[in-house]
């Protein structure tokens, strides 16, 4: 069965950066697009961005842009999201949830646990 | 980037009785929306995509509606594992993707 395996919690100071990692399992990672997407306490859900784990392009939220980055390792079937100069905004579970089809449809259909990540001084 | 307004913000009813849920775009999204559960500590989870077509697994009582700019998610019967959080979501004009605000959907 599907399952995305998400990193765990991580507190971090204002102005550093944080990588999140997703091990996917299941079935077979390079086939389908991944996505992160993150939700502040008590708030909606926001897109940050895509890896096709294939060639492993991107496409960024315009918000995040020079903040995040997304990369994936094929030979461990996870992916990573990076977000740099970190705020206290910033704090959010942040999930990775992988696409329903074998190609980009941006339609969400497996999602992580999530990983908290918290900005505090 | 398109806005979608969901309406009511809070949706306070008894099991049984019928829940709709509204979700507007603020331009033509044509027919991709989705909409997604989330219970409290869960991530979301697909219930509807392409504005009306069930994920797998969903149960019949979920269905969803409408094209261009307005659309409707109906759960014709609560149950009382439906009492959550839902979500629209547009996958038509990116990036971003972008999500609505979101309805609770609470027990009366």
Same mark, same amino acid.
């Given at each position: 069965?599907?399952?995305?395996?998400?990193?765990?919690?991580?507190?971090?100071?204002?102005?550093? %950066?944080?990588?999140?990692?997703?091990?996917? %399992?299941?079935?077979?990672?390079?086939?389908?697009?991944?996505?992160?997407?993150?939700?502040?306490? +008590?708030? +909606?859900?926001?897109?940050? +961005?895509?890896?096709?784990?294939?060639?492993?392009?991107?496409?960024?939220?315009?918000?995040?842009?020079?903040?995040?980055?997304?990369?994936?390792?094929?030979?461990?079937?996870?992916?990573?999201?990076?977000?740099?100069?970190?705020?206290? #905004?910033?704090?959010?579970?942040?999930?990775?949830?992988?696409?329903?089809?074998?190609?980009?449809?941006?339609?969400? #259909?497996?999602?992580?646990?999530?990983?908290?990540?918290?900005?505090?001084? | 980037?398109?806005?979608?307004?969901? *309406?009511?913000?809070?949706?306070?009813?008894?099991?049984?009785?019928? /829940?709709?849920?509204?979700?507007? /775009?603020? $331009? *033509?999204?044509?027919?991709?929306? /989705?909409?997604? $559960? $989330?219970?409290?500590?869960?991530?979301?989870?697909?219930?509807?995509?392409?504005?009306?077509?069930?994920?797998?697994?969903?149960?019949?009582?979920? *269905?969803?509606?409408?094209?261009?700019?307005?659309?409707?998610?109906?759960?014709? *019967?609560?149950?009382?594992?439906?009492?959550?959080?839902?979500?629209?979501?547009?996958?038509?004009?990116?990036?971003?993707?972008?999500?609505?605000?979101?309805?609770?959907?609470?027990?009366?």
């Amino acid at each position: 069965q599907v399952q995305l395996v998400q990193s765990g919690a991580e507190v971090k100071k204002p102005g550093a %950066s944080v990588k999140v990692s997703c091990k996917a %399992s299941g079935y077979t990672f390079t086939n389908f697009y991944m996505h992160w997407v993150r939700q502040a306490p +008590g708030q +909606g859900l926001e897109w940050m +961005g895509v890896i096709n784990p294939t060639g492993g392009s991107t496409t960024y939220a315009q918000r995040f842009h020079g903040r995040v980055t997304m990369t994936r390792d094929t030979s461990t079937s996870t992916v990573y999201v990076d977000l740099s100069s970190l705020r206290s #905004d910033d704090t959010a579970v942040y999930y990775c949830a992988r696409d329903r089809n074998t190609y980009d449809s941006r339609i969400f #259909d497996y999602w992580g646990r999530g990983t908290l990540v918290t900005v505090s001084s | 980037e398109i806005v979608l307004t969901q *309406s009511p913000a809070t949706l306070s009813l008894s099991p049984g009785e019928r /829940a709709t849920l509204s979700c507007r /775009a603020s $331009q *033509s999204v044509s027919n991709y929306l /989705a909409w997604y $559960q $989330q219970k409290p500590g869960q991530a979301p989870r697909l219930l509807i995509y392409d504005a009306s077509n069930r994920a797998t697994g969903i149960p019949a009582r979920f *269905s969803g509606s409408g094209s261009g700019t307005d659309f409707t998610l109906t759960i014709s *019967s609560l149950e009382p594992e439906d009492f959550a959080v839902y979500y629209c979501q547009q996958r038509s004009n990116w990036p971003p993707l972008t999500f609505g605000g979101g309805t609770k959907v609470e027990m009366k």
